[in-house]
T-cell receptor, first 113, second 112 residues
Framework: AQSVTQPDIHITVSEGASLELRCNYS??????LFWYVQSPGQGLQLLLK??????LVQGIKGFEAEFKRSQSSFNLRKPSVHWSDAAEYFC???????????FGQGTTLQVKP | DAEITQSPRHKITETGRQVTLACHQT?????MFWYRQDLGHGLRLIHY???????NKGEVSDGYSVSRSNTEDLPLTLESAASSQTSVYFC???????????FGPGTRLTVL
């Protein structure tokens, strides 16, 4: 079955510290992979996407993610977290044929001053 | 600027009533999607459409229906609202199935 797992429900980091949010997926074909961010009361904003090519993907707001096929992972990273990064982060896997997305449960990021 | 809007943003209704949530996009995207967001479940797909007159069931379609009479709109109807349908509903659109989806601001629905 196709699925996305975000093992960490909540993560707290200090402002200025590095961040890594984990995402593992189970998908039969070559997946399209996405990270979205949701601020409280807002819709989802695309941070970055992987379709093919270079496995290290750069996104907005200083985020990057690395696709590791052997580990079925697509972890999100940021070298130095800002207080404004506090939000909920969703990993999603999709099909280029159907366009449908399967989302993980989300990881809530809290940033300590 | 092109955008995707949802209305109403908040809705309280009673069990058994019919409710329609609106979704409107001005990107001229072919594909439109409806999701519900619940704690512990992330976002789950309710219905989706690849174009006018096309609709398809998603993972959690029971109790919901959609219709696509034009490119811009995909209204979601709850035929007879149930308390289990209390949730936040998001509409999204994409130009092609191989493109990313863009999301609306969401509608918070409470069924009493």
């Amino acid at each position: 079955a196709q699925s996305v797992t975000q093992p960490d429900i909540h993560i707290t980091v200090s402002e200025g510290a590095s961040l890594e949010l984990r995402c593992n997926y189970s998908y039969g074909a070559t997946p399209y992979l996405f990270w979205y961010v949701q601020s409280p009361g807002q819709g989802l904003q695309l941070l970055l996407k992987y379709f093919s090519g270079d496995t290290l993907v750069q996104g907005i707001k200083g985020f990057e993610a690395e696709f590791k096929r052997s580990q079925s992972s697509f972890n999100l990273r940021k070298p130095s977290v800002h207080w404004s990064d506090a939000a909920e982060y969703f990993c999603a896997v999709g099909s280029s044929n159907t366009g449908k997305l399967i989302f993980g449960q989300g990881t809530t990021l809290q940033v300590k001053p | 600027d092109a955008e995707i809007t949802q209305s109403p943003r908040h809705k309280i209704t009673e069990t058994g009533r019919q409710v329609t949530l609106a979704c409107h996009q001005t990107w001229n995207h072919n594909n439109m999607f409806w999701y519900r967001q619940d704690l512990g479940h992330g976002l789950r797909l309710i219905h989706y459409s690849y174009g006018v007159q096309d609709t398809n069931k998603g993972e959690v379609s029971d109790g919901y229906s959609v219709s696509r009479s034009n490119t811009e709109d995909l209204p979601l109807t709850l035929e007879s609202a149930a308390s289990s349908q209390t949730s936040v509903y998001f509409c999204a659109s994409s130009l092609k199935t191989s493109n990313e989806q863009f999301f609306g601001p969401g509608t918070r629905l409470t069924v009493l």
